[in-house]
């Protein structure tokens, strides 16, 4: 019974993910007025389930981190009681930000979850330096980096445009800027799917590449069925855009995050991608960043490791009783 709830607690929180996480990719094209609202999701879809799959034989690292070991001993972090506490928590604070149309990281959420469900199990003896490191550090940074570099990539391509006076192609523009959507979804079906998968895979039945599959799907229903809100969060209230600047901010997020995955830093696709669009926006001269809903993007941040964390502590107290 505990390893069926497991599952199903893992399939929303697959769905949820879906749903925040899976039109960021294609925020741009949408936002920029490239594509259709129904054009983008149906491309993030199909380029999303395409990384899903590809973690299947890269993305090894991440299962390992994101399974607790190395934060927790291993008795606990093996105990399905403990990754069910992690799959409600996660899942549960994805979901309502998602109903508010706040895009949060995922990440962020599973890194509270763990720690929330570690400090129940194990007091203060939960690795906190191995969280700082492995964890922390890279969200921190991630969108810290974005924000200049998506500025800097636009910034150039001006500049090139300017000194050079290119005859601008509309068509091989909204091309380029469908293939980086296409990579940034790829990059976060990459990325995504392994943390999720790592919590599943202590039930015997899942290989690593039936999990891999199975995750894929939910999010891809998630992202088909729930995304709207924060579609127009990330699309419109963030910063207007043209598709100059939305091709900017897709090559820095599809960049930085395939180094995170092949280095197998956790890094938050969230965090890359509304740093560069935001980044994009500060630089422009016809468009503007919303500083007031970019803060209140970054409040939900804040907020989405100690709300994921005080649930699973919650729940994974439950669980032992």
Same mark, same amino acid.
């Given at each position: 019974?505990?390893?069926?709830?497991?599952?199903?607690?893992?399939? !929303?929180?697959?769905?949820s993910?879906g &749903?925040?996480?899976?039109?960021?990719?294609? *925020?741009?094209?949408?936002?920029?007025?490239?594509?259709?609202?129904?054009?983008?999701?149906?491309?993030?879809?199909?380029?999303t !389930?395409?990384?899903?799959?590809?973690?299947?034989?890269?993305?090894?690292?991440l299962?390992?981190?994101f399974?607790?070991?190395?934060?927790?001993?291993?008795?606990?972090?093996?105990?399905?009681?403990?990754?069910?506490?992690?799959?409600?928590?996660?899942?549960?604070?994805?979901?309502?930000?998602?109903?508010?149309?706040?895009? @949060?990281?995922?990440?962020?959420?599973?890194?509270?979850?763990?720690?929330?469900?570690?400090? =129940?199990?194990?007091?203060?003896?939960?690795?906190?330096? &191995?969280?700082?490191?492995?964890f922390i550090l890279?969200?921190?940074?991630?969108?810290i980096?974005?924000?200049?570099?998506?500025?800097?990539?636009?910034?150039?391509?001006?500049?090139?445009?300017?000194?050079?006076?290119?005859p601008?192609?509309?068509?091989?523009?909204?091309?380029?800027?469908?293939?980086? *959507?296409? @990579?940034?979804?790829?990059?976060?079906?990459?990325?995504?799917?392994?943390?999720?998968?790592?919590?599943?895979?202590?039930?015997?039945?899942?290989?690593?590449q039936?999990?891999?599959?199975?995750? *894929?799907?939910?999010?891809?229903?998630?992202?088909?069925?729930?995304?709207?809100? =924060?579609?127009i969060?990330?699309?419109?209230?963030?910063?207007?855009?043209?598709?100059?600047?939305?091709?900017?901010?897709?090559?820095?997020?599809?960049?930085?995050?395939?180094a995170?995955?092949?280095?197998?830093?956790?890094?938050?696709?969230?965090?890359?991608?509304?740093?560069?669009? !935001?980044?994009?926006?500060?630089i422009?001269?016809?468009?503007?960043?919303?500083?007031?809903?970019?803060?209140?993007?970054?409040?939900?941040?804040?907020?989405?490791?100690?709300?994921? *964390?005080i649930?699973? &502590?919650?729940?994974y107290?439950?669980?032992?009783?």
């Amino acid at each position: 019974m505990l390893l069926i709830s497991l599952f199903l607690a893992t399939l !929303f929180l697959a769905y949820s993910n879906g &749903a925040n996480d899976n039109f960021k990719g294609v *925020a741009t094209l949408f936002g920029s007025r490239t594509s259709s609202y129904q054009t983008a999701i149906l491309w993030a879809t199909f380029t999303t !389930f395409a990384g899903a799959i590809t973690a299947t034989f890269l993305a090894g690292v991440l299962i390992k981190n994101f399974s607790g070991k190395g934060l927790l001993p291993d008795a606990i972090a093996n105990a399905p009681e403990f990754h069910l506490a992690v799959a409600i928590a996660t899942g549960l604070t994805v979901i309502i930000a998602t109903l508010m149309g706040f895009p @949060i990281s995922t990440t962020h959420s599973l890194t509270g979850a763990l720690v929330g469900a570690g400090l =129940v199990a194990i007091g203060l003896q939960v690795n906190f330096a &191995a969280l700082g490191t492995s964890f922390i550090l890279p969200l921190l940074l991630s969108p810290i980096i974005a924000i200049p570099l998506g500025a800097g990539i636009y910034s150039l391509s001006g500049y090139i445009n300017s000194k050079w006076h290119l005859p601008v192609n509309q068509k091989m523009i909204d091309a380029c800027h469908f293939l980086s *959507a296409g @990579i940034v979804s790829f990059a976060r079906g990459l990325n995504d799917t392994p943390k999720i998968v790592s919590l599943i895979l202590i039930i015997e039945y899942f290989s690593i590449q039936g999990g891999m599959i199975t995750i *894929a799907i939910a999010m891809a229903l998630g992202g088909l069925l729930n995304s709207q809100k =924060v579609a127009i969060t990330m699309s419109e209230k963030i910063t207007s855009m043209n598709p100059t600047q939305g091709l900017s901010a897709n090559i820095v997020t599809g960049v930085l995050v395939i180094a995170a995955t092949r280095f197998g830093l956790p890094v938050s696709t969230t965090h890359v991608s509304v740093g560069s669009i !935001f980044g994009v926006g500060l630089i422009s001269k016809k468009s503007k960043s919303n500083t007031r809903v970019f803060y209140q993007i970054l409040l939900s941040w804040i907020l989405t490791l100690p709300t994921a *964390a005080i649930i699973s &502590a919650i729940s994974y107290r439950l669980l032992q009783g």
